[in-house]
Every structure is written in structure tokens, then in C-alpha cells.
């Protein structure tokens, strides 16, 4: 197969779980002896280079704001940007030529919130059939998280009109697929997949690469204190806050927190409320070699997590993993550490899981489970279902199937 996924964000200009799973699926995909090219945005102009067997096409594209700067920009040139990228018919005009000169058969879609999705009948006017995976709420909130200082209940005006606009071309793909069973409630919920919504839906779990120390638990390292571990996006959504708050009612000494990961603008505020505690913001860290430092992974979630990558590499590093209760984390959770879910709306309750570690609090895992899980979260697995996926939309008569 000739396969082109196309995602917002890509390294090196984000290292998120939507783009870990592209890299992990190309990849995958080269080596079975496919023809696999990645389509990412960039802040800035660059040809078109290779990793291993696969094509990486940078694109640059023509908006109000370039995406490396949006963060950091004023509130209306943000909302404007925002507005415009819908509708931007010079960036998909950009990205609709490269698809034509790939002359893919399977275009996969991935996280779309800085591109138009307009790109989707423009991938099947050049003859590909199109899949698109749910990697966040971006067809239904225009910060692609339904989070707005808490759990948005309702779909506000601003986003009504940007999934209104992300949506007209629904029905140009061939196959959603969502990557947790929460995801794909949430768009059926708001009916925002178009027409034939079941038929065209599936669930197909993120992949995570074998660790070391995967298929074992391992105790906390000797000589050294108990250290959890928390890595990711330091954003209020992420629950950094909830985290640091939780650990204030801990004892002054027996622990340590590292905090892994970079703030889209400053950290400032994280750092100010952790002041007196034995927290170190280590900054951005390769994943496995930190969780190679920590003896308890904590995934404090706020917002309705779409799936939390960082929950499976936790269990297959060997390490306790606790998650809150929000969006897809009990789903993965619950297979493995059911005892390790805590309340987000109730800090004190996060405090209790981690002074039972402190306390010495052990597990042992079976062989069978520990094996049954890292099968569901395997690289293999998860390549193997998109293949499904692939050829059952290849081997349609009609589009929207």
C-alpha cells in the first residue's frame, strides 16, 4: 500500500501522544514494505527529508499566525487564527498538491486542529480513500480539548461555529477510527460524525513500544527516597496543579516528585505553587529514560483524557501507574490498577493513594495479566487493526463506507 498520514504537530516541534503514535505507525508500516510518508506542519520552510524508509514532508503553512508562535500571542490574533484555519483554501491547496504527487491509496488523518479538513475531499479527488483517527474532540471544540478552566457541559457558541465549519466535509471519510471508547461516545453523543456515524466508527487502542523492564513489576529503588513521576504538557488540563495541591498534605520528607515536560508559555505558576515541596521540574525528558527514574507513575488528568499514552508506557515500565477518573484513563486502568483511580474532583483522594505508597504500599502482578495487556497495547496490535481497517475501505464500492 502507498499510505500518507497527515497530522498537525510533529517533531520535532511537539513530542504528544498523537504524534508518538504516527511515528510508531510509519514506522511499523515501512518495515512491513509499505510506501509511508508523513505530512506535518511547521513553523518554518523546509524540504522534504526521510527517516529510515519514511518521507517526511514539512509544510509551512499560509496563515494569519505561524503555528509555533500562536501560544504565545495576543487573545484575538489567536481567535482569529483560529477562525481561519478551516476555511484556509491556499493550505489546502498546498497539502492537496503534495497528495497528488504521492498518489496515495489510504490518506490517514490524524489530529486536525491546525488544518483545514477540507483536505479530505481533496484526498479522495486524487483517487485515495480516506481514514480519519480521533485523537482529541477537535470536530466538536476548537481547542480540541472541551476544556474551559473545567469540563465544558455544554458546546459553547465560539466552538459551534468551528465544528460547523470542521464538519462540512464529513462524509468524504471512509472510516473514523477513535482511540478509546470514551472518544467516540462524546462525538456520538453530539451526532458529529455525519452520516451512517456506527457504521463508519471504530476503536483501535494506542500501540506503545515494549519496555525493558516490561512484563514484571519492580519495586521502588533502594537508597533513595520514593520518587513519583509525572510527565506531559505542563497545562492546567493536564492537572500539574491538581498534583502539586494533592501533594501538600504529604509528609515533608520520605518522597520526591519529578515533573517531566515543557508549558506551551511559561511554567512559572507551577513552579511558584510547588515552592517548599520536594518537586523537581526536570523538563522535557525522553519517556522511558524517565520512567526508568521514577517507582510510581501519576497521570492527574482534569480533563476528559482522550486515551493517556503515558498510562500503558507506565505498566509496561513495571511500574505502579495512578490515574484519575477522567476520560479514557479508567478504561485502560481498569484492565490492570483498578485500585489506583482517584477522584479529580477531590484532591484529598489522590493524597491517600500517595501516602500508601509512601507507606510502603506493594503490588504483584500476574504473568497472564501483565502479558494479556502489553498484547492489547503493542505496536503489532494496533498496526495490525489499522490494516483491517485499511483494506476493508480499500475493498469498498463506495465512498462514505
Not at 487573545?75 to 497528495?99: C, E, Y
Not at 519492580?218 to 494533592?246: C, D, N, Q, S, W
Not at 529514560?289 to 510510581?296: A, I, K, P, R, W
Request: charged share 20%; proline share 6%; with cysteine.
Amino acid at each position: 500500500m502507498n499510505i500518507v498520514h497527515i497530522t498537525s504537530a510533529f517533531r520535532p516541534y511537539a513530542v504528544g501522544g498523537a504524534e508518538v503514535v504516527v511515528t510508531n505507525l510509519a514506522q511499523r508500516q515501512a518495515q512491513d514494505g509499505h510506501s509511508v510518508s508523513i505530512l506535518h506542519l511547521s513553523p518554518d520552510e523546509r524540504e522534504p527529508y526521510a527517516e529510515g524508509s519514511v518521507a517526511i514532508y514539512p509544510i509551512r503553512p499560509p496563515y494569519l499566525v505561524d503555528i509555533g508562535d500562536h501560544a504565545a500571542s495576543p487573545a484575538l490574533v489567536r481567535k482569529l487564527n483560529k477562525i481561519q484555519i478551516p476555511i484556509n483554501g491556499l493550505a489546502v491547496q498546498k497539502i492537496s498538491s503534495i497528495i497528488k504527487s504521492i498518489e496515495p491509496g489510504i490518506v490517514h488523518t490524524h489530529s486536525l486542529p491546525d488544518i483545514s479538513t477540507f483536505i479530505w475531499p481533496a484526498a479522495k479527488s486524487a483517487g485515495a480513500r480516506v481514514v480519519h483517527t480521533l485523537h482529541d474532540y477537535d470536530l466538536l471544540c476548537g481547542r480540541a480539548t472541551l476544556f474551559k478552566g473545567g469540563n465544558c457541559e455544554r458546546i459553547h457558541s465560539d466552538c459551534k461555529v468551528h465544528a460547523y465549519l470542521k464538519r462540512l466535509p464529513l462524509n468524504a471519510v471512509d472510516r473514523f477510527v477513535s482511540i478509546s471508547q470514551k472518544v467516540i461516545d462524546k462525538h456520538l453523543e453530539h451526532h458529529a460524525l455525519g452520516e451512517r456515524e456506527l457504521s463508519r466508527t471504530s476503536v483501535i487502542w494506542n500501540g506503545s513500544p515494549e519496555h525493558d523492564a516490561s512484563g514484571g513489576l519492580r519495586g521502588p529503588r533502594a537508597g533513595r527516597p520514593l520518587t513519583f513521576g509525572f510527565i506531559g504538557r505542563l497545562v492546567p488540563e493536564k492537572g500539574v496543579g491538581f498534583l502539586i495541591e494533592a501533594c501538600r498534605a504529604l509528609p515533608t520528607s520520605g518522597w520526591s516528585l519529578k515533573i517531566a515536560g515543557k508549558a506551551p508559555v511559561s511554567d512559572k505558576d507551577f513552579r511558584e505553587a510547588a515552592e517548599g515541596l520536594p518537586i523537581e521540574f526536570v523538563g522535557w525528558r525522553d519517556s522511558q529514560q524517565f520512567l526508568d527514574e521514577v517507582d510510581v507513575l501519576i497521570v492527574p488528568s482534569l480533563w476528559d483524557e482522550p486515551f493517556g499514552l503515558t498510562v500503558i508506557e507506565g505498566v509496561r515500565a513495571g511500574i505502579p501507574v495512578i490515574g484519575s477518573n477522567r476520560g479514557a484513563i479508567p478504561e485502560i486502568l481498569s484492565d490492570i490498577y483498578p485500585d489506583l483511580i482517584f477522584d479529580a474532583e477531590a484532591p484529598e483522594t489522590l493524597t491517600s493513594l500517595l501516602l500508601d505508597f509512601i507507606r510502603g504500599r506493594s503490588f504483584e502482578l500476574g504473568d497472564d495479566l501483565v502479558r494479556d495487556f502489553s498484547k492489547k497495547v503493542s505496536i503489532e496490535g494496533m498496526v495490525s487493526s489499522y490494516y483491517e481497517v485499511y483494506n476493508s475501505v480499500a475493498s469498498s464500492n463506495s465512498p462514505g463506507v
